[in-house]
T-cell receptor, first 113, second 116 residues
């Protein structure tokens, strides 16, 4: 079953604007990861944030984590047409499960020229 | 350029036929995951191996699906007999584990299965 729920399901913005996607989850986590999927391709890992971290940056990506609210957000700044893809959050459980991840439902981002 | 490979990339078959999907994990990775992605259900974990041993296959329909790792360079997912509801994209992913440092998963390009 899907642990993560992304919001919004779909997002359309103009190139140069910022895109924010949110993820909510249900159980305690070890870490939360964001992945990107281009149409017809496999998922690509973007960034990982651990449960004791609140914010992390990587290039134009900024991820926040609020474990009290069981939520995370992914911000893509100065978006480009090439950022058009689906974005998924994935959670690793705090206990048990090894490196097993549970993926959310995804946000489809469209960046228009 | 290390990457996960999957074969075949596309498979069209008729209901009742056996389907075998293959995955070559990244050399040195000791964990392998099989996922199924559909529009309705999203991305579902089917099976999870570490050091070639199955750790979790609770997401896999046991009556028709089976997953194995004959050796460290090959993982297989078999459906017998296949049904139209099995139509989906099947992804293999590999990684290192256990431990947080090895939490990232590397995905293959997927096998798009259509069962008529």
């Amino acid at each position: 079953s899907q642990q993560g729920e992304e919001d919004p399901q779909a997002l359309s913005i103009q190139e140069g604007e910022n895109a924010t996607m949110n993820c909510s989850y249900k159980t305690s986590i070890n870490n939360l990861q964001w992945y990107r999927q281009n149409s017809g391709r496999g998922l690509v890992h973007l960034i990982l944030i651990r449960s004791n971290e609140r914010e992390k940056h990587s290039g134009r990506l900024r991820v926040t984590l609020d474990t009290s609210k069981k939520s995370s957000s992914l911000l893509i700044t100065a978006s480009r047409a090439a950022d058009t893809a689906s974005y998924f959050c994935a959670t690793r459980p705090l206990t048990g499960g090894g490196n097993k991840l549970t993926f959310g439902t995804g946000t489809q981002l469209k960046v228009e020229l | 350029d290390a990457r996960v490979t999957q074969t075949p990339r596309h498979k069209v078959t008729e209901m009742g036929q056996e389907v075998t999907m293959r995955c070559q994990p990244i050399l040195g990775h000791n964990t392998v995951f099989w996922y199924r992605q559909t529009m309705m259900q999203g991305l579902e974990l089917l099976a999870y191996f570490r050091n070639r041993a199955p750790l979790d296959d609770s997401g896999m329909p046991k009556d028709r699906f089976s997953a194995e790792m004959p050796d460290a360079t090959l993982a297989t997912l078999k459906i017998q007999p296949s049904e139209p509801r099995d139509s989906a994209v099947y992804f293999c992913a590999s990684g290192l584990g256990p431990g947080t440092s090895g939490a990232e998963q590397f995905f293959g390009p997927g096998t798009r299965l259509t069962v008529l």
